[in-house]
């Protein structure tokens, strides 16, 4: 209980500032609380994973590094972090594209992470939306549910929490 607590407050110290791009404008760190809850449901989860969904963004979105995470936290939680960070040196369609493309490969830790994130990034469409277009929203829920697409068959209690966010985001946008 301890490395989660320590792990909730380093996520917060290093989104501090953050906000998510949907109207509500709310604090990032409310983000990657919502994925630790989401995989803490998981029949799966265990300390390292729940604190890798804690940690998902730091490395991509913060000058946190694997070498911080795994002095505090392990060599395993930094692995895994590491593993569902995307690169931020390529471009943003090369990043998506890889997505889709290597998730399968991924660990099966990381792919709950990916799950629950994906699924959080669902939610705030639908109930918290930035200030993007419809087709922009069909584009998203479409990648993502292709990046899932390679999560299948693992965890049976995040692929449905994602369904259900991806058919109340696709009732929502009328698709």
């Known amino acids: 209980m301890q490395y989660l607590m320590q792990a909730c407050d380093y996520a917060a110290r290093r989104h501090a500032g953050q906000t998510r791009a949907g109207a509500a404008r709310e604090p990032y760190v409310n983000h990657v609380i919502e994925v630790a809850a989401r995989v803490a449901r998981s029949p799966h989860a265990d300390?390292?994973?729940v604190?890798?969904?804690?940690?998902?963004?730091?490395?991509?979105?913060?000058d946190g590094t694997a070498e911080d995470i795994a002095a505090l936290f392990g060599p395993a939680v930094a692995a895994l972090v590491l593993e569902v960070t995307d690169d931020k040196s390529l471009p943003k369609a090369e990043r998506k594209a890889l997505q889709e493309r290597d998730v399968a490969?991924?660990?099966?830790?990381?792919?709950?992470?990916?799950l629950a994130d994906k699924a959080a990034n669902l939610a705030a469409l639908c109930d918290s939306p930035p200030d993007w277009d419809m087709p922009r929203r069909r584009a998203y829920l479409d990648w993502a549910e292709r990046v899932i697409?390679?999560?299948r068959g693992i965890d049976p209690v995040l692929e449905a929490a994602f369904d259900?966010?991806?058919?109340?985001?696709?009732?929502?946008l009328g698709a």
């Open 47 to 49: 300390e390292t994973l």
């Open 51 to 62: 604190i890798g969904a804690l940690l998902h963004d730091v490395i991509e979105d913060t």
């Open 105 to 114: 490969g991924k660990s099966l830790q990381a792919r709950r992470i990916k």
């Open 149 to 151: 697409a390679g999560c």
């Open 164 to 172: 259900a966010e991806a058919a109340r985001l696709r009732a929502r």
